[in-house]
């Protein structure tokens, strides 16, 4: 092989390599990790520090919400706890406190459980704090995220996931718990 067509082959491979790195730099940033299919892939630790396996909420219809103890719309505790005990045998309310909006829950996960019991008696499921929004946010939240096309906006927001575990539909955190779309989604 003559040497201009070696020059040649080797000019289009690194032409070839240049465009894949341009744009799988495009298409796949690096902080990309594969999400599985399903929420029911994920385990995460309770408040009390419990790991919990997804897998246990298998057919069952959930209902996400990001929370915060220091929040105006803390009161919304209340009306999940209401939901819980109203639709428990329809949904599951999982709880996951996060520090991500004005440093808002600010507590360890001992004061949060405290906090909860005390002012709200809450009895639904509730995890360790963690990152919902930012560099540091919580494949939970990325897959909810990728599933739903929405981030969180604010403190309780909420993430309604269909019982197959693979359909996520977004509420904004001025949407009630005890909101008509919600309980209708619960109810079909």
Excluded at 60 to 72: F, Q, R, Y
Aim: charged share 20%.
């Amino acid at each position: 092989m003559s040497y201009k067509k070696l020059g040649l082959i080797s000019l289009a491979v690194l032409i070839i390599m240049g465009l894949t790195s341009f744009f799988s730099d495009l298409l796949l940033p690096d902080d990309i990790t594969l999400l599985p299919a399903s929420i029911y892939h994920f385990k995460i630790k309770s408040l009390s520090g419990q790991e919990i396996d997804f897998s246990k909420y298998k057919g069952h219809k959930l209902l996400i919400v990001n929370t915060a103890s220091k929040c105006g719309k803390t009161p919304q505790y209340a009306g999940l706890e209401k939901l819980h005990e109203q639709y428990g045998d329809r949904v599951t309310v999982l709880g996951f406190p996060a520090n991500n909006f004005l440093w808002q829950e600010p507590g360890s996960n001992a004061d949060i459980a405290e906090f909860c019991e005390q002012n709200y008696g809450v009895k639904f499921q509730m995890f360790e704090k963690i990152s919902v929004r930012g560099s540091d946010t919580h494949p939970l939240y990325k897959w909810l995220k990728a599933k739903s096309g929405h981030k969180p906006d604010w403190n309780f927001a909420k993430y309604f996931v269909s019982a197959d575990g693979t359909t996520v539909t977004f509420f904004n955190s001025s949407v009630q718990p005890l909101d008509q779309q919600i309980v209708s989604m619960i109810e079909n």
